[in-house]
């Protein structure tokens, strides 16, 4: 029974893997692009935890006007309308550009890939318990 929940783990993380990782691989494989993005407004979310925002920014790449939606959500609506905004985006694709977090993302991909070597490791039997 306990190898089916190692199993159910392993599928979850490689899921979760797969999932960000097929937006972010155009951005690891082409050379990307800076631009300043002005915040136009904000979406809101609203769920059981309270009212969360994202910033939606504005910005001119590849001879047109983009819109896109900041990819984290804050409590409060920042940064503030107007305010000029660093984004990047791959060569060819400003439709995803975003605010660049590499440390965020890189934590992101570092507590999957850990989480599926402990699931892993548990299931072959070199961790005890």
């Known amino acids: ?23 972010d691989w155009v ?7 800076q631009t300043a993005g002005e915040v136009i407004g904000h979406r809101i979310s609203r769920d059981s935890d309270g009212t969360s925002y994202a910033a939606t920014y504005r910005f001119s790449a590849e001879g047109e006007s983009h819109e896109v939606t900041d990819q984290v959500l804050h409590r409060a609506p920042v940064p503030p309308l107007g305010t000029r905004v660093a984004l ?9 550009a975003r605010v660049p977090r590499p440390l965020l993302w890189g934590g992101i991909y570092l507590l999957l890939i850990a989480l ?4 892993v490791a548990k299931l072959l039997g070199w961790l005890p318990g």
């Open 116 to 119: 599926l070597a402990i699931l």
């Open 1 to 23: 029974m306990e190898s089916w929940f190692l199993y159910a783990g392993m599928a979850l993380c490689l899921f979760a893997l797969w999932a960000i990782a097929r937006h």
């Open 27 to 33: 951005r690891l494989t082409t050379i990307s692009r």
């Open 88 to 96: 990047s985006y791959p060569v060819g694709r400003p439709d995803l």
